[in-house]
């Protein structure tokens, strides 16, 4: 028998969550929600902003391998004050399985954070969740080439734009860089495998020169504070996403914004 992988299983359990969904909360009923109409926030500009720290803050209470990392912290307070500390956008994790986070904490991001972007990270295998995401107040989504086809990704980037949305495509090797499609804007390099959850920076090195000038480049896990975001700049990245490195902290708005005046 195969054993599967985290990402196989997340995988797995995504699929019957979404099929569950789509009965409590119809595609008809998504359409209503005023975040539906709303006009979405460019990350893209955000990070290319002059000046921009290219902080991309994540709001994240658990991890598959860190496990519980603070759950003793409000969604509206750390979002708040990592908008309030210069962050580029915000991150809000809606997988509740294995990373702890809810639909209803991006939306209370939302709510409280009005002008800067917001990526909901999650995921996404089914246009549903491009809907929900938009419904909710998301203003860009993660598509990760580890886990989905190359024309499902494709399918769902195209969906996304069709909703104003930004896309952001998460890879982690070489290979991976053939999912990225005419629909996407920025390409985000994992430094972790999602395979094995080991996590090594020189990923995005590695990476950075094959990555097609037109898309804005993140990095993405395994940054620990300045000096790494000053190494990355010099090979041409313009975002970075932190979640841990803020969350471990007693007050992740405060963590977020002594990394930003280090910068």
């Known amino acids: 028998m195969k054993i599967m992988n985290i990402l196989e299983k997340i995988v797995k359990t995504k699929k019957a969550e979404v099929a569950r969904q789509k009965k409590v909360m119809p595609v008809a009923q998504l359409k209503k929600f005023p975040g539906y109409q709303r006009k979405c926030n460019s990350l893209k500009t955000a990070l290319l902003k002059h000046n921009s720290s290219g902080i991309i803050a994540e709001f994240k209470q658990k991890s598959p391998s860190k496990g519980e990392i603070n759950f003793g912290v409000k969604v509206e307070e750390v979002t708040k004050g990592y908008a309030d500390a210069g962050a580029a956008g915000l991150s809000v994790l809606t997988d509740y399985e294995y990373f702890g986070g809810t639909l209803a904490n991006l939306a209370k991001a939302r709510e409280v954070n009005p002008e800067i972007p917001i990526l909901r990270k999650d995921f996404m295998i089914d246009i549903y969740q491009i809907v929900e995401a938009k419904a909710f107040g998301a203003d860009v989504i993660l598509l990760i080439a580890a886990c989905l086809e190359k024309g499902q990704a494709e399918a769902l980037a195209k969906k996304a734009k069709s909703l104003g949305m930004e896309v952001l495509m998460e890879v982690h090797n070489a290979q991976e860089l053939k999912w990225v499609n005419e629909y996407v804007d920025i390409v985000g390099v994992n430094n ?6 080991e996590v090594d920076v020189e990923t995005s090195v590695k ?14 896990s395994g940054l620990p504070g300045a000096k790494t975001i000053h190494y990355l700049r010099k090979h041409g990245f313009k975002g970075f996403l932190m979640g841990e490195t803020f ?16 910068l």
Do not use: H, Y
């Open 192 to 197: 972790r495998n999602l395979k094995t959850f």
């Open 207 to 220: 990476l950075a020169k094959l990555i097609p000038e037109q898309f804005v480049k993140i990095s993405e």
């Open 247 to 262: 969350m471990k902290t007693d007050n992740p708005g405060e963590a977020c914004k002594k990394m930003i005046e280090g």
